[in-house]
C-alpha cells in the first residue's frame, strides 16, 4: 500500500516501539510540550539465517519505499554485517557540567556521523528520529573525549546487578506519570511520505491498518529491552542518568547511561 493514508490519528510524535529508546524518547518530547503515541509491538523475533539483522533498523514487511528510505540513511554502511549488541546497553562516563554554549553544536564532520550510524544501528536501544531536532539540549564532552549532544531525562538509583531492570521499570513510571499512549499493534506496515518529508507511520493490527499522522517526526526503534553488559563500576548504589545520546546533526542516536564514575570494560 502506497499513497496518502486516511488519518485514524494525528500526534506530534510517533515512537514505532514501547522498549528503552521509544519510552525514552517519548518522555523527551512530552517534556517538550509534544504530544506523542507509542506503538508496542511484540518483541523482534530472533535471525532466521547466518547474516540476516534483526533489530530496529531493519523490518521484514515494511514497502519498498520506506526499506528504501533506511538504506539510503545507512549510506554505504553494510547494515547486516554489523554485529548486533544484544547485550549492550551503552553506559558512559560523562561528567555532571554541562560543556557551555546551551543549544550550539560541536563542529560538523561527515565521517562521525557514518562512524556513529554504525554505532547506533546495532544497539538494542538505537533510533532513528526522521527529522534532525534541537531537542538535544546540551553539548558535553565524555572522559573519553568525545563530543556527544544529550537529553538528560532524569536520574535512577540502581544497584549493579539489575541495570536495565531498573532503567526500563524507571522508564515505565515516568511515562505513566506523563499519560504517554501506548497502543498494542502487530508491528510497523510503513512510513508515509509527502513530499519527500516523513509525515506518518502505519502500523498493522489486528483490526487492520492504523495510520498515525505526525507532525513532528517518527522515531523508529525497537521492541523489549536488552541485557546490559555491565562494565567495572564501584561497588554498591550507583547513580545514573538516562539520557537520549545524539552527534550534531545526525538522525541516529541511542539511548545511553551516564554517570561520573569511571567506566572500564
Aim: net charge negative; hydrophobic share 45%.
Amino acid at each position: 500500500m502506497t499513497g496518502h493514508p486516511c488519518w485514524d490519528h494525528e500526534v506530534d510524535v510517533v515512537c514505532t516501539d514501547a522498549g528503552i529508546a521509544g519510552l525514552a524518547g517519548a518522555i523527551s518530547a512530552v517534556d517538550e510540550g509534544a504530544e506523542v503515541l507509542v506503538a508496542c509491538a511484540p518483541a523482534a523475533r530472533a535471525a532466521v539465517a547466518e547474516g540476516s539483522h534483526p533489530g530496529w533498523f531493519t523490518h521484514d514487511n515494511v514497502d519498498s519505499e520506506t526499506a528504501a528510505y533506511l538504506a539510503e540513511l545507512a549510506g554505504d554502511l553494510d547494515v547486516a554485517a554489523l554485529p548486533q549488541l544484544d547485550d549492550d546497553l551503552p553506559i558512559r562516563s560523562a561528567p555532571q557540567t554541562i560543556v557551555p554554549g546551551g543549544r550550539r553544536s560541536p563542529p560538523f564532520v561527515g565521517s562521525q556521523l557514518r562512524d556513529w550510524a554504525a554505532r547506533c544501528i546495532p544497539s538494542p536501544s538505537g533510533y532513528l528520529y526522521t527529522r534532525v531536532t534541537d531537542w538535544t539540549i546540551a553539548t558535553m564532552e565524555s572522559a573519553d573525549g568525545e563530543a556527544i549532544v544529550v537529553t538528560e531525562i532524569g536520574s535512577l538509583n540502581t544497584g549493579p546487578d539489575d541495570i536495565v531492570g531498573s532503567a526500563l521499570e524507571w522508564l515505565n513510571a515516568e511515562a505513566h506519570l506523563r499519560g504517554v499512549d501506548i497502543d498494542p499493534v502487530l508491528g510497523l506496515e510503513r512510513l508515509v511520505f509527502e513530499d519527500g518529508e516523513v509525515t506518518g507511520a502505519v502500523f498493522t493490527t489486528g483490526e487492520g491498518p492504523l495510520a498515525i499522522r505526525s507532525r513532528h517526526g517518527v522515531l523508529v526503534c525497537r521492541a523489549g529491552s536488552p541485557a546490559c553488559r555491565v562494565p567495572r563500576l564501584p561497588v554498591g548504589e550507583l547513580v545514573l542518568r538516562v539520557a537520549l545520546v545524539g552527534k550534531a546533526a545526525s538522525r541516529f542516536g541511542r539511548v545511553e547511561l551516564l554517570t561520573q564514575e569511571p567506566v572500564a570494560d
